[in-house]
């Protein structure tokens, strides 16, 4: 899909806007253009690209065909930067799905391309008709608007790991299930994939806001100055809940080895209560009431009835030592 936002010198917007009018809307340094390409193929993003805007082919081709960490490049008359966008998906095999926001900035367009649709933009498209600050201050506020609402799809994604980070933990003190661990190496795997995507974004907007680059105006970076501090923020909880999974972890092996500790203290209690029994049992084999003539004393009613009380009283006096020493 292709759109198109243009508004006017004049400040009204193009009601009916289309590819063939980019060339005008290009020509006029006072209007704004806003070309975004959702779900679109590359060959046909290409020709647009190419021949209206004249982009660099590697420009092209990384925006098109390569995936990229973020990272600004300052191709003089424009910027090319990359961006990603954040969701979370438990029903898919990685739990953070990140998804690639492609930018072209000149001194009166800007042009987006993604794979996948993303809820923030579609939100702030929506707006554009609504509110003419979206349209009637520039590129460079464009831009801010578009990384900002990127850089916003983060703390939802931010605030439901810690949601389900709490919500592991207390599985891991009330049911430590191999499920419970399979859940926390899956949300680690997740934070460590928005690490990699918050670092590296936070430095393309630490360029943005502090670099001189032609298309940005010193006026204008103090807009990236503070979607920066927000990435700053974002990559410190990020690393917060890096090392309360890594605590979640270190916490399930814990609970996991003092639960065996249990079940080997109760083995061995049971094992040292019946030894002397085993041992009576062993040495006088229950031979009795045999029938040897004449009869050994050990054989009669009289020895049968001390052994059964030694086999009662003995274990029972060895559990009371037992609790008395708080060995159970």
Known sequence: MIRMAYRRSDGSLDPDPR??????????????????????PADACERILSDLFH?????????????????????????????HAT???????????????????????????????????????????????????GAARLLYHIVDETVGSHLPVVDDLDEEMDRVE????????????????????????LRRIVAPQRETLNRLARDQLSVIEAGQRVYFRDVYDH??????????????AAGALDTYLSVVNNRMNE???????????????????????M??????NPPAPWTGRV?????CCVTVVVPTVMFLWLRRRRWI
């Open 19 to 40: 590819v063939e009018r980019i060339p005008a809307a290009l020509a006029d340094p006072s209007g704004l253009l806003w070309l975004d390409f959702v779900e679109e």
């Open 55 to 83: 982009f660099h082919p590697l420009a092209i081709d990384d925006a098109l065909r390569e995936t990229h960490v973020p990272k600004v490049d300052d191709w003089g008359t424009y910027l090319y930067l990359v961006l």
């Open 87 to 137: 969701k979370l998906d438990p029903a898919a095999d990685e739990l953070l799905q990140s998804i690639e926001l492609d930018l072209f900035v000149g001194p009166n367009y800007v042009v987006t391309h993604r794979d996948k649709s993303i809820a923030p933009l579609e939100a702030l498209w929506q707006s554009c008709a609504k509110d003419d600050r979206i349209l009637g201050r």
């Open 170 to 193: 207390e599985r891991i003190l009330s049911t430590p299930e191999p499920a419970v661990l399979s859940q926390v190496l899956r949300i680690k795997r997740a934070l460590l994939h």
């Open 231 to 244: 990435l700053v923020r974002l990559h410190d909880l990020t690393e917060g809940l890096r090392d309360l």
């Open 263 to 285: 079940v080997m203290k109760t083995l061995t209690t049971i094992a040292t209560l019946f030894m002397p029994i085993s041992f009576l049992t062993g040495f006088f084999g």
């Open 287 to 292: 031979n009795f009431f045999s029938a040897s």
């Open 303 to 307: 020895m049968l009835g001390v052994v």
